[in-house]
């Protein structure tokens, strides 16, 4: 029961920093941000309303939210290349998408549940490895060329923290895989059947 009951409450830690990281963000008004937002949920099929926040603090980006999606993009992301804030938008709408938020959150409660099972905490490790890998290659799929992608993802990792949470979707853990997949021209991309 004890290691459960930590296990659950590192799941209510991890919710609450993300909720207090878009809290402290605002919702973007801008009409470039927002143009894109719109015509990027139609290219992915999001059809669920997306707020799209700022956050003052230099956090990577990520999603939160199921019922309702939040991306949060840092301040500093005003000042990226018009294709850099496109695949960044494609990535986390990928997350939404997927429901990436809902899926890793039970992933965290069977791990609470199932604490001293070794095969739990490694099939929700794996999960969240493989849900980076499955929206960097959506991103991909929509045409932003996997050269650019890699230096994008290398650029944000450089200069932007990433907050160490078992449910966040800002995790940049494996980093090398992502780039290695990124730029595997052997990889399929396509969604399994």
Partial sequence: VVGALFALVRIVV?????????????????????????TLMRRSRVRRP????RSPTSVMPLTSGFVRPRIVVPDVADTWPPDMREAVVL????????????????AAVACALYWPTPLAWWA???LRVERELACDDLV????VRPADYASHLLDAARVLRTPRLAVSMAAASGLERRLRAVIDDTRRRGVPG
């Fill in 50 to 53: 997306v707020l799209l926040l």
């Fill in 14 to 38: 991890d919710h609450a920093v993300v909720w207090r990281i878009t809290r402290g963000a605002r919702s973007v008004v801008d009409a470039r941000w927002t143009g894109l937002l719109h």
């Fill in 140 to 143: 991909l799929a929509r045409g």
């Fill in 91 to 106: 990535h986390e709408l990928a997350h939404i998408a997927r429901g990436d938020y809902l899926t890793q959150s039970l």
């Fill in 124 to 126: 929700a490790a794996r």
